[in-house]
């Protein structure tokens, strides 16, 4: 009994400090935010440095692994919040929209040598139609409904492609082109940033970052501007919503679109990359680990979704000793965060309100069904 | 392609009669799940998965490795459908108990049991794939492969079908499928715990002020949803005579789909489903290439969600008579 209030009282303290901290944040002048926001970037270029690396990762090449998985589980992550975590839409089929980015970067660039900047503007409109030709049909389709279709779509995308012989078959596409230099001898503690070769991987990480950055600048926009707006009050009421006059169809559409073209611009940058793909590169099991990452760092909220991609894609890469086990243990922790934590690692503030009402936006599941005993907290609570 | 279409016309239909079968049994338990919680049961699929491992169980420790006839057939047989009813029972209950009831009770979202569904479907894939298989059924380093069942009878022709045999093992599969329906039938429709799961589907609020005690009843029906899963598993190990950890995947996607093509909620639906599915699936085979048969499985499930999401028979057991 003592235990538990304790631990609550430090929970209740922690949330305390970090609403502190988001306060001072919100109040915060520009200039001041400039700067922080400078750090984070100069801090994530320098991440990929060997003193670093020897402790986040002692068996493996961390460059390598900050761009896939991490660095890609993180990009994606922010695709996948647009859709789940803003709209509120359950999409389990996301890697459907990274494939395609991924096959129009090995197809436009084996067959036709395309440039990959070309590629990379082709790829997201392609990319952005693709969500919406997926999303016309299906987003009238709510909850559970929504979940499974998307599903079914993404493995579609999957086995037609290993099915289709023309764009490789099982065996996939090599020989992808890696992106062209933009210097060959520019270099930056070192490194040739713009030289991307086989080798070293830092090139393609800092393009991520750029990717990252700009991705991460437009959502923040839209979050805050009449858009993000339509989102939230989709995710917590679409009736509502379209009641009050919000073309809920439209903006659906448009996350579903937003979501995929970013999926898409990771599939492209990760093929031009890897040199060569194939099907069994899209798994469902990638979905359902980018959807976890973005439920475990707090569904709706960027830093939360960041740091919970990077802790899922990270954790298995530092305890390889674990190597068979990590999934067994991934499996487990998920159950166990949806319930002790399920409004994920750092929630927003506007989102652990929300949890605290009861549904998280979601539609309750426990609500039809109330035991005996909580049937008089029930009544009472309406 | 249309002659093909005429001379496989009667093997695909057995075929996709048995597989239907097997869909219908697995979508019992995603339906009645459904009907009660409102609730897509995500890990089921995994309850096949361990049901087919508890068929298997049988015939492993008795080491049996050569045709049977007779009563010992028909006792292995047996004892295969209930092992993996237990198998698969236990672990429906143990998954209500760990990943949903804890959810349950505080009103969490459907995300948040969706999340938890996933994660525990790969819990236990990998439990398996790691400690069971190579553990219990002494394959180690060998958890993710393929594991194969001795031929447990002959696969002679029982009668025929336009010139097509039908083989003694579809039969079973068939016969001990419908055998199944009619006893959960009369079970739903007959009895005091069907009439609480009928009860609890309508109304929860009313079922609970008429005294009927809902958590019980959520047991329940996972215990017959998991069972029913175990059934199939069992039947699918006689018939096919092969399973692996990730079998569950594949077929809890195609159960769902009879499950939702049948009208989701509705347990005759579940039947209905399962069959179309299992026959469609397997006439599109023939004209388009077996390698498709997924994706028109998938095509069917998103055709239905989009044109007629209650399903062919639409009622569910929310408004089933009491």
Request: aromatic share 10%; charged share 15%; glycine share 12%.
């Amino acid at each position: 009994m003592n235990k538990k209030t304790s631990s609550a009282g430090f929970r209740h303290q922690l949330g305390h400090f970090g609403d502190v901290v988001h306060d001072r944040w919100l109040r915060a002048p520009g200039w001041q935010r400039w700067i922080v926001y400078l750090l984070l970037i100069v801090c994530a270029l320098l991440l990929p440095s060997e003193s670093i690396g020897s402790f986040m990762s002692p068996d493996t090449d961390w460059a390598t692994i900050l761009f896939f998985p991490i660095g890609t589980y993180v990009v994606l992550a922010i695709g996948l919040n647009v859709v789940v975590g803003q709209a509120g839409l359950l999409d389990l089929g996301f890697v459907a929209f990274y494939a395609v980015g991924g096959y129009a970067m090995a197809l436009l660039g084996t067959r036709m040598g395309w440039d990959f900047w070309v590629i990379l503007v082709v790829g997201i409109g392609i990319c952005a139609l693709s969500g919406i030709t997926l999303g016309a049909p299906t987003l009238r389709l709510r909850g559970d409904y929504l979940a499974i279709v998307t599903l079914g779509f993404g493995e579609i995308i999957r086995i037609t492609a290993r099915n289709t012989d023309s764009i490789g078959g099982p065996t996939g596409i090599s020989g992808i082109p890696h992106p062209p230099n933009l210097s060959e001898d520019f270099e930056l503690f070192g490194v040739k940033v713009f030289k991307y070769g086989v080798l070293d991987p830092r090139p393609y990480y800092y393009l991520l970052v750029a990717l990252a950055v700009i991705v991460i600048i437009l959502v923040k926009r839209w979050e805050k501007s009449r858009v993000g707006r339509a989102w939230a009050a989709i995710r917590e009421d679409e009736d509502a919503a379209e009641v009050m006059g919000v073309p809920t169809f439209r903006f659906k559409m448009l996350a579903f679109a937003i979501g995929a073209s970013i999926g898409g611009a990771m599939g492209v940058l990760w093929a031009a990359k890897s040199v060569s793909l194939n099907p069994n590169d899209f798994q469902f099991l990638l979905s359902a680990t980018i959807l976890a990452a973005v439920v475990m760092g707090g569904s709706g909220n960027l830093p939360g979704v960041m740091l919970g991609a990077f802790v899922v894609a990270w954790l298995p890469e530092r305890f390889r000793e674990l190597k068979d086990y990590r999934m067994l243990i991934f499996g487990a922790v998920l159950v166990a965060l949806m319930i002790f934590r399920p409004e994920g690692l750092l929630p927003s503030r506007q989102r652990k309100a929300e949890f605290k009402e009861g549904s998280g936006g979601m539609g309750t599941l426990g609500a039809e069904v109330p035991g005996p005993e909580s049937h008089g907290e029930e009544v009472a609570s309406r | 392609m249309f002659s093909d279409f005429i001379n496989q016309f009667w093997p695909a239909s057995i075929d996709g009669l048995a597989f239907g079968s097997i869909y219908a049994l697995i979508a019992l338990g995603y339906t009645m799940v459904y009907g009660v919680l409102r609730l897509i049961n995500f890990a089921h699929s995994e309850v096949f998965m361990i049901g087919t491992f508890g068929a298997m169980f049988v015939p492993f420790t008795l080491g049996i490795d050569s045709t049977l006839t007779g009563i010992a057939l028909v006792g292995v047989i047996l004892a295969m459908i209930v092992a993996g009813m237990l198998a698969s029972a236990g672990t429906a209950i143990a998954l209500e108990q760990v990943a949903y009831k804890p959810l349950r009770k505080r009103g969490a979202s459907r995300l948040a049991a969706l999340i938890s569904a996933i994660g525990a479907s790969i819990f236990l894939q990998e439990l398996f794939a790691l400690v069971v298989i190579p553990g219990v059924f002494d394959r180690p380093e060998r958890g993710r492969i393929q594991m194969g069942l001795p031929r447990l009878m002959e696969r002679s022709e029982l009668f025929s079908i336009a010139g097509h045999p039908v083989r003694v093992d579809q039969v079973v599969v068939i016969v001990a499928a419908i055998g199944m329906m009619i006893a959960l039938d009369a079970l739903v429709n007959r009895t005091k715990i069907g009439r609480g799961i009928r009860a609890t589907a309508q109304n929860p609020e009313a079922a609970t002020l008429m005294g009927v005690d809902i958590n019980n009843i959520v047991r329940m029906t996972f215990l017959i949803g998991g069972a029913m899963a175990g059934v199939a598993g069992a039947l699918y190990l006689i018939s096919y005579e092969n399973t692996n950890y990730y079998i569950g995947f594949l077929f809890g996607i195609k159960a769902f789909t009879a499950a939702v093509l049948g009208g989701i909620g509705n347990l005759r639906g579940a039947l209905v489903g399962g069959v179309v599915l299992g026959l469609v699936e397997n006439y599109g085979a023939i004209l388009v290439g077996s390698d498709w048969k997924h994706v028109i499985s998938f095509t069917i499930l998103i055709l239905v969600l989009m044109f007629r999401p209650t399903g062919i028979l639409g009622e569910s057991l929310q408004q089933a008579r009491a």
